[in-house]
């Protein structure tokens, strides 16, 4: 990943100069990842019995 690909998703994220103190590269493309995904619509979705259950 470039510097330039870097600083454009902490901007679509809404980090700010701050933030980045705070948080690693990793964890930044780990909530870029989670961002796109908001979007998807899962065919079912897991209740809490289904989290006892696992």
């Known amino acids: 990943m470039t510097t330039p690909l870097f600083l454009l998703r902490c901007v679509q994220l809404g980090l700010s100069m ?3 103190d ?3 590269i ?3 493309n ?3 990842a ?3 995904n908001d979007d998807c619509k899962y065919a ?3 209740t ?3 989290y ?3």
């Open 18 to 20: 701050a933030d980045l």
């Open 22 to 24: 705070m948080l690693s």
């Open 26 to 28: 990793g964890l930044i």
């Open 30 to 32: 780990d909530m870029y």
């Open 34 to 36: 989670e961002n796109r």
């Open 44 to 46: 079912e979705i897991a």
């Open 48 to 50: 809490q019995e289904d």
């Open 52 to 54: 006892d259950l696992f």
